[in-house]
């Protein structure tokens, strides 16, 4: 055990304020250049923070509109409260938000740290998988997008939610009951903050049945109850605000059956870039699978050897096999078994990565111990040390892509060059920064990628007529009401464009047409259509 004790730091509340500090001076050491970023115009920063006026502090209607209104499709009341908070301190300086969100990402790392001593009673063991936890590159996107504070307060609540069940089972009998209560407030808190806290529950049941030795006692779960009534009422108020952004969607290919060959691919992939984290972009276009190909089966056979891994590492009664658990466990919810509007992303890791770091560190640790000897420790540790040196380097990198919208998906575009909704994402920021040969650039690869694109044939067709290509401009119009003869968007920025090039029976046409479909444009097209009258020598 003397090797084990290297890193050791005495356990006072000195020593645990020295750590904390050196978690926080780590975090933002590599995520502190994000400090000098911008809030995502396009990219939902605007829809929670700068265009909501629910945010703009804390009153009585605001709560009630935090509690009470669903925000791009999601129920997380103290998501929206938090920004409450940043305004009042802040006012609208994207700096503040990212600031908060640094902080709370220590304070995760910093809680993570101590769960994992608690269930480890190896602090440098501990202390290494915490540093893992915090400084991986797939968690930038939680920590560097203002909108991702929802995950960063979910894990948050979650890790107080463990830390106060494990106080509760090894508390006196007067303080069980305190201990439990601080620990249902804390999870229904973290649903509250974002809904991938659902799994709470089930990791709890996985630690008792981790601690208790594997014994299944019924009557030891019934206190369980509480927390599962709390995830089932938030998953269906999850369900119903889906709903309401028309978020629910079909299973892929309308099959189950490729629902699941797909995310076996994309559960490997997950596996690949937490294994060698480059490339990493706020988009992905995973293939669809509809048939069971080569990938498919390794995907398979992957998941297999891991289930039965930690199957056995759980009847040995290895904390690696816990730690493996609660890996899986946090992937469920983002496993497509409740379709989502995107197959894969960064931020889908965050809580996976809590149980993974803990597993890894434990796994090699404890094998090197029982090859080598005591004496592999320290190596194993210094290896470690190593490979987060390594990990901050790569996410202090990749911090710097989230500059602002533009840096952003330029990056993406090179990540994943066919997706469609990377170009337009591209195309709209420039176009919206005035750049327009850099707007007109893009829109040429987004429909180089998908000709009748809606968005890119409206917008490079507004973009030529801003630049005063009128016969360009007309030509992408056209083609997008072509291809869309029942959008009224495309029909107005027809309707002008052939106004604006004196084709006026035709500009008369598409708003006439926009106006039957959508009356409500009345206010905004009667001045152009009585200039039209006029000028064709007609009464409006």
């Known amino acids: 055990m003397k090797g084990e004790r290297l890193f050791t730091i005495r356990n006072s509340a000195i020593g645990e304020f020295a750590l904390f500090l050196l978690i926080v001076t780590v975090s933002f050491a590599v995520y502190g250049r994000i ?11 605007s829809l929670y923070v700068t265009g909501n006026e629910a945010v703009r502090g804390l009153s009585f209607p605001h709560l009630k509109s935090a509690f009470t209104s669903f925000y791009v499709g999601n129920y997380a009341p103290l998501h929206i409260v938090s920004y409450m908070l940043d305004y009042m301190l802040w006012g609208m300086n994207p700096k503040g938000y990212l600031i908060t969100n640094i902080i709370i990402h220590s304070c995760n790392g910093y809680l993570a740290y101590r769960l994992f001593f608690r269930l480890d009673g190896r602090q440098a063991v501990a202390f290494l998988a915490a540093l893992i936890f915090v400084l991986h590159p797939v968690q930038v996107e939680s920590v560097a997008w203002v909108t991702e504070r929802k995950t960063l307060l979910a894990m948050f609540f979650s890790l107080l939610t463990l830390h106060a069940y494990v106080s509760c089972k090894y508390a006196e009998s007067g303080a069980r009951r305190r201990w439990f209560l601080v620990a249902l407030i804390a999870c229904i808190a973290a649903l509250l903050s974002k809904a991938v806290a ?9 630690y008792d049945w981790y601690d208790d030795g594997q014994k299944w006692e019924w009557k030891e779960y019934v206190n369980k109850i509480p927390f599962f009534l709390a995830a089932i009422a938030l998953s269906v108020i999850t369900v119903v605000s889906q709903r309401s952004a028309d978020s629910v969607l079909p299973y892929l290919s309308n ?8 995310m076996m691919s994309v559960f490997c992939r997950y596996l690949g870039i937490i294994f060698w984290p480059t490339d990493l972009a706020p988009i992905y276009k995973p293939p669809i699978k509809t048939a069971l190909d080569m990938e498919v089966l390794i995907s398979f056979m992957v998941l297999a050897f891991i289930l039965i891994t930690g199957i056995y590492l759980l009847h040995r009664r290895k904390l690696a096999g816990f730690a493996l658990t609660v890996f899986l466990l946090g992937l469920l919810p983002v496993s497509h078994i409740f379709p989502l509007p995107t197959l894969m992303q960064d931020r889908y890791l965050y809580f996976p990565l809590l149980g993974f770091s803990l597993c890894i560190v434990v796994a090699i640790t404890d094998l090197a111990k029982r090859q080598f000897g005591e004496n592999s420790f320290k190596f194993v540790m210094a290896a470690f040390l190593i490979c987060s040196v390594l990990l901050s380097y790569n996410s202090y990198k990749q911090a710097g892509i989230w500059r602002n919208s533009e840096t952003l998906w330029a990056h993406t575009v090179k990540v994943v060059p066919q997706s469609k909704q990377a170009w337009i994402m591209l195309s709209t920021t420039r176009h919206e920064l005035k750049d327009l040969a850099g707007a007109e650039d893009s829109y040429l690869h987004l429909l180089a990628i998908a000709p009748k694109d809606n968005t890119g044939l409206n917008g490079i067709g507004t973009l030529y007529g801003e630049k005063g290509e009128m016969e360009k401009s007309l030509f992408y119009l056209r083609k997008a009401v072509e291809v869309y003869p029942n959008d009224s968007g495309s029909l107005v920025n027809l309707g002008y464009a052939a106004f604006l090039h004196g084709e006026l029976k035709e500009a008369m046409d598409s708003f006439n047409h926009a106006l039957a479909i ?20 007609n009464k409006p």
């Open 35 to 45: 400090l000098g970023h911008e809030f995502l115009f396009n990219w939902d920063d």
């Open 198 to 206: 659902v799994v709470v529950p089930l990791i709890i049941v996985a």
């Open 255 to 262: 099959s189950p059956i490729n629902n699941v060959m797909t």
């Open 518 to 537: 959508n009356p409500e444009l009345s206010t905004k097209l009667l001045p152009v259509i009585n200039e039209i009258a006029s000028r064709r020598g």
